[in-house]
């Protein structure tokens, strides 16, 4: 058995590792791409315009560099923050910046009538959003959004550049010690590609279960 294999339990802490950034990660990342993909859509120009300056930003450049700008560079504006949450802010900022132009594609969907039977209706804009125009497009953010979430456990591997022991790290730590290259990157292909397969089951079994919580609703 190759010496390497003894050091699988490392890789393993690093795949929680791995799971706890994209948890994190995905989650700011969905509240920056709301926030951000709501006020692209303001007439309010003060909103809109560095909204779209952000993205235009975070979606420009590279991921790379903001990960080395958010560990390296921030502290000299007073700014420190650890590895853990310089990997979880850059990759949810900049996981954020891709999403929100799925918020706005899929509110921009929905058809013109359904705007006017809101107001037909006299709902307010905050009624209008909640009861008719987010569950609407909610439908068609799920099976994007999944392909995100995905693509940010992927980008996780990044982080093993400011000495975060994910996956990625803990497995170039057992090639260093072993002289194996095959066993650990074998290792970390398979535990990532389980975990993308899970993220696209568990996302398909929501989008599945929303869809026909959505169609009983039409029903009654």
């Not at 990759?91 to 107001?119: D, K, T």
Request: hydrophobic share 50%; charged share 15%.
């Amino acid at each position: 058995m190759p010496e390497s294999v003894e050091f699988l339990p490392l890789i393993l802490r690093g795949a929680i590792l791995t799971v706890e950034l994209t948890v994190l990660g995905s989650l700011l990342g969905l509240m920056v791409a709301f926030a951000v993909g709501f006020a692209r859509l303001t007439k309010t120009v003060w909103l809109r315009v560095p909204a779209r300056v952000f993205m235009e930003f975070f979606r420009g450049t590279s991921l790379f560099v903001q990960l080395f700008w958010v560990y390296f560079a921030l502290p000299l504006f007073g700014i420190s923050l650890t590895p853990f949450q310089a990997g979880v802010v850059c990759l949810g900022l900049n996981a954020g910046a891709y999403m929100s132009e799925i918020v706005r594609g899929a509110m921009l969907a929905i058809p013109r009538e359904q705007f006017e039977a809101c107001i037909a209706l006299n709902l307010n804009k905050g009624q209008r959003l909640r009861y008719v125009l987010l569950p609407q497009a909610l439908r068609l953010m799920i099976p994007p959004f999944s392909n995100s979430v995905v693509e940010l456990l992927k980008s996780t591997s990044i982080v093993s550049l400011i000495s975060l022991s994910e996956m990625t790290f803990r497995a170039q730590g057992v090639r260093v010690q072993t002289g194996d290259t095959a066993v650990p990157f074998v290792s970390i292909l398979i535990i990532y590609y389980v975990l993308a397969t899970s993220l696209w089951s568990l996302m398909g079994r929501l989008e599945h279960r929303y869809a026909g919580s959505r169609s009983g609703e039409r029903e009654k």
